[in-house]
């Protein structure tokens, strides 16, 4: 992969880490609230583990591959 391509992918990855960080504020404020929406904090606990799962993803990109 070229290096423009991985800085790419490290940019991605930083605007994915911090919205996956923003929505787990989120539902821990969702969460601590008086009037608690069960199926708004399911829906971005859904939304988080899929950027989790994307955030896996593009790290195994920019994880060179070793030749033994």
């Known amino acids: 992969m070229s290096f423009n391509g991985d800085e790419t992918l490290r940019a991605r990855l930083l605007q994915l880490s911090e919205e996956h960080r923003d929505l787990d504020a989120a539902i ?18 859904k939304r988080k583990l899929s950027l989790k799962d994307h955030i896996h993803r593009l790290e195994i990109q920019l994880t060179p591959d070793i030749i033994a």
């Open 28 to 45: 821990n404020a969702l969460i601590d609230s008086k009037n608690k929406d069960q199926l708004k904090i399911a829906r971005l606990k």
